[in-house]
């Protein structure tokens, strides 16, 4: 393969089905190229202002029918990226080994024009056909005035990325056979939102595993680090075993439970162990938030602020914390929830299951509390930020040190801390065993890393987290949708305010027997709402 290449589609044979009659011809009447890199008429009338709807369809037009006709300078003469954009082309023959494709301009919709292709990916006398929809966009360029297709590696391929390639042949690692742990096989077809996480494990244990490489059409990501993505298997390979912890009852429910909203996520662990026994995600983009996410927790975060207030001696569970309609902190102002009574005769205990934010931000202005306080509560007790190997890539939280209204933000779940549902799972599974097990979605013993540690809660914070979670659970903001899952439960619901978004993120952690689940469920709402169904019906699974 061609080092450098940027990516590799069609090549070989060619046909085209574009509206219109023939080829569009194009002269290169100079040498000389526009700063948006293409070549240019000096003749050429210089435009200014968005491209016509005429404009962007003949563009398009001609910009498919070089395409398919496997002449690279020809198409990317029709980019606003010469260099690149001919590199890439030239690269569909050598590298993806793609031919006879069909490229069909859809309707288009302003400046964008959606695609498909159909073609064929032969190597060394296997051959399998390969389809799949695309898009361009058509802008103006800078300097020569045309219309032409914005070039990126995604007009070749969706799942490319700036660098990406396509590249057939034998495949970067061998295959896996990912199964539970009771042995079940966990396909991608069954378990749609794993697919991700499957790769992921492939790129890191598929030679270790034993398997044999087959022979496959792959996008091989520029990021190293990033492994490789197979589209298309000419050979098969000879999968090698992969032993994960997950479990392939919580997945399904996992699965199922992230289809009730858009861009949710949910993670659940066995909190005696640490095992990820679940993860899905119900997102277009296939990003793998339950894991990567880096956005607010809201009031989920107080499970670790009570905790925080609780070993400082600032109050305890049965202590008295006035819950007032506003509370000031360092000039900035915070109010509860729409609709929350203030109760200035509140228990601390009677705070958290109603989560009420100015109990939080009054009790972080007393003495022992600083900016660093929450930050060494999380890293030291909860083992937040302290560089977890889960086994496939995740994000361990970041609750830094914050002066100023960030202090009591940050305590509430907003300010400058950010979480997924992996994290926040962690954080319940903590606040009830003491015990902070890094969490693994394969076993350490597999490859011999060194998972993060901490010490922990003393017994008593314990038991007053237990206590406080369970009337969160029974009769707080979480009853609703734990109702009907037992007495042996405990939950936190959270609202997280992202600047510029009408809707509050929903987030919602419990726990349920040896379980403990966390869920996202972005735009959602309240926690209760949208994310507090999710984790009912993965601990009711569990």
Known sequence: MRRGAKAALVGGVFAVMVGGAGYGAYNLVSDVNGDDGSPRSEAAEVKTGPPSDGEVRETARKFLEAWAKGDARQAAAYTNNFAAAEESLTGFREDAHLTKAKLVPKQASGARVPFSVSTTVSYKGKSKPFAYDSQLTVVRGKTTGRALVDWSEAVIHPSLEKGDTLVTGESATPPIQAVDRAGTVLRKKDYPSLGPILDKLRDTYGESAGGKPGVELYVQHADDDAGARSLVSLAPGKPGKLHTTLSAGVQKAAEQAVLRSDDSSVVALKPSTGEVLAVANNRKDGFNAAFLGKVPPGSTMKIVSAAMLIDKGVTKASGPAPCPASATWQSQTFNNLKGMTPNESATFSEDFARSCNTAFVKLIDEDGI?????????????????????????????????????????????????????????????????????????????????????????????????????????????????????????????????????????????????????????????????????????????
């Not at 889960?390 to 994000?395: A, I, K």
């Not at 998972?451 to 003393?458: C, D, E, F, Y």
């Not at 469920?521 to 984790?535: E, F, K, M, T």
């Open 370 to 542: 600083s900016d660093a306080s929450l930050t060494e509560e999380a890293r030291n007790n909860f083992g937040l930020g302290q560089d977890w190997k889960v086994g496939v890539p995740s994000f361990d939280g970041s609750v830094p040190e914050s002066p100023g209204p960030n202090r009591a933000s940050n305590a509430i779940g907003q300010g400058e801390v950010t979480m997924n549902p992996l994290n926040m799972a962690s954080v319940t599974a903590t606040a009830m065993t003491g015990t902070f097990r890094q969490p693994v979605i394969v076993p350490a013993s597999l490859d011999d890393r060194q998972l993060a540690t901490a010490q922990g809660l003393r017994a008593s914070t314990v038991q007053q987290l237990r206590q406080m979670m369970n009337r969160t659970a029974v009769s707080g903001t979480g009853a609703r949708a734990m109702a009907g899952l037992g007495t042996d439960i405990g939950a936190k619901t959270g609202s997280a305010e992202i600047g510029g978004q009408e809707v509050s993120d929903s987030w919602f952690t419990g726990y349920r027997g040896d379980v403990a689940a966390a869920a996202l469920a972005q735009r959602g709402g309240h926690g209760g709402d949208s994310a507090g169904p999710i984790v009912a019906a993965v601990l009711g699974a569990g």
